[in-house]
């Protein structure tokens, strides 16, 4: 259906009329509603209710004539993308920014810092899905890559510099490159999550960051946002807000395929905006590190000829929550680590467990020694490197 072509939809109109900030002020119940501009002194639109009526669909077209006449071309561009939405199951979100510039024109600069606080937003939502962290680094990158590479970028609209993305909310994303693998074989045994889950996820984070400022304003400490890890908080996700409302007012709006929904804002002070950056930085935080036995698989093996430092990376299965460490060994340790590896039997270690980067290390490694595999463990293979395990490694 084009934007010329007669609808006697009603959910179409009065879509629009929020679009454009109308809203219901007075009704006949079943029969028709109101609805006015905040001013109210710019006319109003009626919405007939009651499809059974001789004159529904004439009314339904004067009030889509009303607002084409009124908006023109921007009228018309909105119509069309509600259609699509609905045709298409797109769910939208729009990242709105207030300069001081007039037609929503902003600097270069400040305009890339928001479509980047915008994507990276939205990736964390992502990643929140596939695992609640404080920090997410690289955790998730698959997903992210899948899901963002069907979102759409919308047009920019007047006013407040915005941004939009249309995200296909029945579309369905497999968390990572092994359940992709896996459901060529048997679509049952793959693990997906849907445009819509990660798009509810981004708005309970993007949300429960609201209430948490609120909160602050009233008792300014950041402890409480360390709960709201569990809500999809990260430090990614702080850090995108605190940059889409520097130097600004901002808001994040959110309105799903089915018309009949309201659209959701979620407002942004400028001043809050500091606030934002030092939650943030306290999630970004290395935490301390601690005294810890670990037992694990020797998975790599590192004892370049050109840099000879006896490098392994424990897959850690007891002694710590960790997923893997690297471990650096004297030459007799380094041996041990040989013999596990090739005995297939498991190695452990005394140390400090520090987090480095992204990286989980074991430094001061001592009481070394091959241990038997636990009864019923399934083991992986190892690689030898002839490089170094200074390489940054895929952890997902």
Not at 160 to 167: E, K, N
Not at 268 to 279: N, Q
Not at 355 to 369: E, F, H, I, P, T
């Amino acid at each position: 259906m084009s934007p010329a072509e007669p609808t006697t939809d009603t959910e179409l109109v009065t879509a629009m009329l929020r679009h454009f900030d109308w809203s219901p002020t007075s009704k006949a119940t079943g029969r028709y509603e109101i609805w006015t501009l905040p001013d109210k002194d710019s006319g109003e639109v009626l919405v007939p209710l009651d499809p059974a009526k001789g004159d529904f669909a004439e009314l339904v077209q004067r009030a889509l004539r009303q607002l084409l006449v009124r908006y023109g071309m921007e009228a018309e561009r909105v119509q069309a993308l509600l259609l699509l939405s609905a045709s298409a199951d797109l769910d939208s979100t729009q990242w709105k920014k207030q300069t001081s510039v007039n037609a929503g024109l902003i600097s270069w600069v400040e305009g890339e810092a928001i479509y980047q606080a915008a994507r990276e937003s939205l990736a964390s939502a992502a990643r929140a899905v596939h695992a609640k962290k404080a920090q997410h680094g690289n955790a998730g990158s698959y997903l992210v890559q899948r899901f963002l590479e069907q979102t759409l970028m919308g047009q920019t609209e007047v006013g407040s510099f915005i941004v939009t993305a249309h995200i296909p909310a029945s579309a369905r994303f497999h968390v990572s490159q092994k359940s992709e693998n896996r459901s060529k074989d048997d679509f049952r045994n793959s693990d997906q999550v849907s445009g819509r889950t990660i798009l509810d996820t981004f708005v309970t984070a993007v949300s429960a960051v609201r209430e948490a400022l609120d909160q602050y304003r009233q008792s300014p400490r950041i402890e409480p946002f360390k709960e709201l890890v569990a809500e999809g908080v990260s430090h990614e996700l702080l850090r995108s807000l605190a940059t889409l409302s520097k130097g600004g007012d901002a808001a994040i709006s959110v309105e799903h395929a089915d018309r009949s929904a309201v659209r959701r804002e979620i407002v942004f002070d400028s001043v809050e905006s500091a606030v934002l950056d030092r939650v943030a930085a306290d999630f970004a935080q290395k935490p301390p590190p601690e005294s810890v036995v670990l037992t694990g698989e020797v998975s790599l093996l590192d004892n370049s000829t050109a840099v000879p430092i006896h490098l392994v990376r424990l897959d850690v299965m007891a002694g710590s929550k960790v997923k893997r460490a690297r471990v650096r060994l004297t030459p007799e340790q380094y041996d041990l680590a040989v013999t596990a590896h090739a005995n297939l039997k498991w190695l452990r270690a005394s140390g400090t467990l520090e987090k480095d980067g992204r990286d989980w290390w074991l430094y001061n490694a001592a009481d070394v020694s091959v241990v038997d595999v636990a009864e019923g463990s399934a083991s992986r293979p190892a690689t030898i490197f002839d490089g170094s395990l200074d390489q940054t490694d895929d952890l997902d």
